[in-house]
Every structure is written in C-alpha cells, then in structure tokens.
C-alpha cells in the first residue's frame, strides 16, 4: 500500500484519538495527505465537498430531521407511546415492551437513531426508574431500540447510501421493512427474559381490546404519518425527498391543529436542533467525500477487495469478514461517514459475489447500526446517557444481550436474502 494511504489513515487515527470531529478529521486527513504526496491541487478537496453534496435526494435529510422534531414537539411521539402502552403494556417488562414498540413506530417518521433515542427515552426512561427498573438496563434498552430508526423506512442511511450506490431508495426503504421488524421483535424477546428473570412488571391494568381501540383513535393521526410517507413513494406520487416535505407539512398540520400542542416556539425549537444537526451531518458528509475520491483515486478499494478476495473464494467467508470489518469501523466511526468510505471499497466485491445492491445496503446499515450501541463510539449510547445520567460505562456493561441479538438478525439478512429482498421484490414485480 502506497505511503499516501498509510499517511492519511495514520492522521485521521491521531485526529480522532485526541477528539477531533470526525468530519474535521477526515478533511484534515485529506488535505495533508494530498499537499505531502501529490501534485493535486487541495481546492480539489472543496470541489468533491460541493459536487457530492450537490444532489437532490440528499435534500431529503434536513427534512426528515425536522419532520421528526415536529411531531416530538406536536404531541404525535407521546401518542405512539399511549398507543404501545395500550397494546404491550401489560406484559412482563411492558414499559420495555412499549418503549420498543414506540420506537419501531416512530422510527416509520423520523429514520434518524439519535431522534428516536431522545423521543422515546425521555419519556420512557424515568417512567422505567418508576418502575423499579435497573437504570443502566432501561438506559441500554432505549440505546438499543432507537437502533431501529434507521432501519425501518425513511431512513437516512438508506438515502445516502443510494446516492452512492445508484442503488433504489424506495427499494431500499421497502427493503428495510422486514429486518427492522425482526430487530423489534429480536429485542422484545430479549426483554420478556430479562424482565421475568428480574420481576420487572407491566402495568397494573390488564389488557383491555377496548383500551386498545380508545388509544388507536387518539393515536390515528400519528400512525397515518408513516402510510402517507411511505405509501406516497411505493404509489409513486412523489420521491422519498418531496415525502419529506410533506412530513415536515402533516406533522404541523397535526400537532397545530388537531393535538393543539405545537405551538410557534416549538416550531422554532425543532427548526433550531434541524439546523444544528444537518449542519454537522452535512459536513460530514461532504468531507467524507472528498476522503472517500482521494482513496478511490489511490486505488484503496480495488487493493482491499483483492486482500479480502486472496483470504479467501467462499462467499461464506468474504461475507463473514465484510461484516467483521464494519463491525470494527462502526465501533469508530459514525454510520455516514463509514457509508460513504466504505461503499465504493466494498459494493464492487459483493455484487461480483451475487449479492444485491439493495441487500448490501440493508446488510451494511444494520452492521453499522450496531455500532450505535458499541463503546467507544456509540452515539445512541451518549444520547441515552444525556437523557438517564447514567454513565455509558454502566449502560455498555447491560447492553451485550441486545447486540447478541442483533447480530444473529444480521447474518440471517445476509445469508438469506429473502428476508430483505421479498417486500422489494413485490414492488418491482
């Protein structure tokens, strides 16, 4: 490998060992790298920030972002919540069971992890210590349930991962549906043994079907976000980026009108954390990029497919240690700038494979969803740690069952590719 490799790796390691952001990281990297071992021009540098940024479907993140802040704010999370609470709320570990739930419903509306963590935490999270809950296990629960938010359509991930790939984002939307689900059962299960071991209750109303009905009607316009999201990009009556937008215009209309709960200062709160957000996430992203052309042009995903493909001929075994290496990236690196490195590297030896470029997109984002909840990254982890002050050393030590599970799910994704590819199938047939 050429010294211009090892050199930019070598900088953004010590970048990121001594806590510079990660999309600083990266440009520095970059830019240092280039001015020591090439002849390139570093403008080029800002020339890959604009012209990878410079794409439509991305516009689709900032409007998913505020979407979801808008109907955190307009009362339609704590809906999903009520509404969770009436259907698994009387089972053993039912406020686990309902934070799950609600996570899997509110990540059909937001398709961020961070959002769904803090949504759902934190109301879930002090209602768990009520309860008797351990709060280093509750902590981990929601860390771990909000991995779902960006499996589940609309996800960001899938967005970005599509504009790199070329690959269908309503496919990979579709694609998402089923592994998502399994992810919230996965966990759910994990949560009734856990809950029985140590006698963490349910409520202590029984299950009423008529509880049910009064909540699912309170909670209508809520569960209506996600059909008229993601109906309207199956029906084609607009693209995923424009469903945005009419998110952002439904969940005002909602949380203003019908809820009554959002109200002027709100809007602006949630415009505000959106900015705050997306401006980091797009920098990110755009210095991701430029690192992502300066590998391309060194040739570091054509040498790196050729060692992984020298290890070994088996698809078995590739896919093994494709999984592996996201598995170590992810514990790093955050799950955009990871996409946008990895994908060129490792796209082209999955497809040689036979492998589906929506399936590898389903695989890579579940692999690097894990590390969410993986120290010493971990972002859902420090959200979740903001919201219970519990500390992420406690909350990692609870959080080994919930990643086991989520690891068996992602081998299954990988070796059986009808669990992801069947609903796409469906569509495009």
Request: hydrophobic letters at 55%.
């Amino acid at each position: 490998m050429s010294s211009g490799v090892v050199l930019i790796f070598i900088i953004l390691a010590i970048c990121m060992f001594i806590g510079v952001p990660i999309g600083v990281s990266l440009g520095v990297a970059t830019a240092v790298t280039m001015v020591l071992t090439t002849n390139l021009n570093v403008l080029s540098i800002a020339q890959n920030c604009f012209g990878g940024l410079d794409s439509f479907p991305l516009m689709a993140i900032p409007f998913f972002i505020l979407a979801g802040n808008l109907m955190k704010y307009g009362g339609i999370s704590k809906r999903l919540l009520e509404f969770s609470n009436s259907v698994v709320g009387s089972i053993k570990g039912g406020l686990g069971m309902v934070s799950i739930l609600s996570s899997m419903f509110f990540a059909a509306i937001s398709g961020s992890a961070p959002a769904t963590v803090t949504a759902i935490g934190s109301i879930t999270i002090p209602e768990m210590k009520e309860k008797q809950y351990d709060e280093g296990y509750a902590t981990a629960l929601i860390a771990a349930s909000g991995t779902i938010g960006i499996i589940i359509p609309p996800s960001i991930p899938f967005v970005i991962y599509g504009v790199i790939s070329g690959a269908s984002i309503g496919g990979l939307f579709m694609a998402g549906v089923i592994p998502g689900l399994l992810i919230g059962v996965g966990l759910m299960v994990v949560n009734y043994f856990v809950s029985k071991k140590n006698n963490y209750g349910g409520n202590t109303e029984v299950f009423s079907f008529k509880r049910v009905l009064i909540k699912l009607k309170e909670a209508a316009f809520a569960l209506l976000c996600p059909v008229i999201i993601l109906g309207g990009i199956y029906g084609g009556i607009f693209t995923p980026t424009e469903s945005a937008v009419v998110g952002i215009v439904y969940s005002i209309l909602v949380g203003a009108f019908i809820y009554k709960e959002l109200r002027l200062k709100d809007i602006y709160q949630a415009m505000k954390e959106t900015v705050l957000i997306n401006g980091s996430t797009t920098f990110m992203i755009g210095l991701s990029l430029a690192f992502a052309s300066y590998l391309t042009m060194a040739q570091v995903p054509v040498k790196i497919a050729n060692a992984i493909l020298g290890i070994s001929d088996q698809p078995v075994v590739i896919y093994a240690l494709i999984i592996l290496l996201l598995l170590v990236v992810g514990c790093f690196i955050d799950n955009i700038s990871s996409c946008v490195i990895l994908t060129p590297i490792l796209l082209p030896i999955v497809t040689n494979l036979g492998m589906d470029v929506i399936q590898f997109g389903v695989v890579m984002t579940v692999a690097l969803a894990i590390g969410f909840i993986t120290p010493p990254y971990g972002a859902n982890l420090f959200f979740a740690s903001a919201i219970s002050n519990v500390s992420v050393e406690v909350i990692s030590r609870k959080i080994g069952l919930f990643i086991f599970v989520m690891l068996i799910i992602l081998f299954a994704i990988t070796y059986i590719p009808s669990i992801s590819m069947w609903l796409p199938g469906l569509l495009i047939n």
